[in-house]
């Protein structure tokens, strides 16, 4: 273990933010585990863990969703770390207010009103909390402090319902183990579901990706930032091994997903944030 900030530091987010988080839902047929840890390299210069995650049910009964949301905060934005944790719990705030009509709208496959409404949204998302943040900073506020990616996985509650919408900002993202192989939209293809690419909200990204997608029973949905992202398409044996803890149906218990998660894999020392869905009594 090591050292973490203190309050006296003047930061009492940084001082407050656990080293590990660990969370799961079970919804239906529908099973997620998450976990957020501080990288080896936040933990030796003592900064706190800049990634965030939310797992949480929004909807109403006749139209439940699950959102599965991840952020990464830029190493270099001093305030990251506290826009990581507000941007996952807005968004998914404000996606609740939006339920019934993302719904329709995943039920239709209307994949431009799905963008229209993820744009919406996460713009309504960014300006609310940058009035919180300029109020808490005052003069010295600059949206560069505040700066995160943001990916989200929207995904029906009822079984019949096989469609689901990826919301995208920056590197990280979803990947898809089938047959224990990991794969991107669903092709035998080693490339992520939106290619990474360097942006972030609330300052720099021109416009939020989203991607609507199907998955057969059986498949097993990875949500991960860079830190579990970047090893699963460089390093083989890393893939490999996740494959076989994650991938083959079986939900793990939290402690044992806590340690999965944590496998090491040489030069990658940053965050790691990842959600696994897995669909349990489904049948390919």
């Not at 139209?63 to 990251?80: C, F, K």
């Not at 990916?151 to 689901?164: D, I």
């Not at 290619?195 to 059986?218: E, I, N, Q």
């Not at 699963?232 to 494959?243: D, I, V």
Request: with cysteine; proline share 5%.
């Amino acid at each position: 273990m090591s050292t973490k900030p203190s309050i006296r530091d003047g930061d009492w987010v940084a001082a407050l933010t656990p080293d590990i988080l660990v969370d799961g839902i079970a919804v239906g047929q529908l099973t997620a585990l998450g976990v957020s840890v501080r990288g080896d390299s936040h933990r030796w210069e003592g900064h706190c863990r800049q990634d965030a995650m939310a797992i949480a049910r929004v909807g109403p009964p006749d139209a439940e969703m699950l959102v599965l949301a991840i952020a990464d905060g830029v190493s270099s934005a001093n305030r990251s770390h506290i826009a990581s944790q507000d941007v996952v719990h807005q968004t998914t705030v404000n996606l609740d207010d939006e339920a019934e009509s993302l719904y329709q709208a995943l039920l239709d496959q209307n994949e431009s009103e799905l963008n229209g409404l993820a744009n919406k949204i996460v713009g309504q998302t960014v300006g609310e909390l940058r009035a919180r943040w300029r109020a808490d900073a005052g003069a010295d506020y600059e949206d560069r402090d505040h700066a995160t990616t943001l990916h989200v996985l929207l995904v029906p509650v009822q079984a019949a319902e096989r469609h689901r919408l990826l919301v995208s900002v920056g590197d990280g993202g979803l990947r898809v183990c089938r047959d224990g192989v990991w794969t991107g939209d669903g092709t035998q293809s080693s490339q992520p579901l939106l290619d990474p690419r360097t942006a972030a909200v609330p300052v720099s990204y021109d416009t939020v990706k989203t991607r609507l997608f199907s998955v057969p029973p059986g498949d097993v949905l990875l949500l991960a930032t860079d830190g579990i992202t970047g090893p699963l398409r460089q390093e083989p044996e890393f893939a490999r091994r996740l494959a076989g803890y994650w991938g083959l149906g079986e939900v793990p218990a939290p402690s044992d997903f806590l340690w999965q998660a944590q496998l090491r894999a040489k030069s990658y020392d940053d965050d790691r944030t990842v959600v696994c869905l897995w669909e349990q009594g489904a049948t390919p």
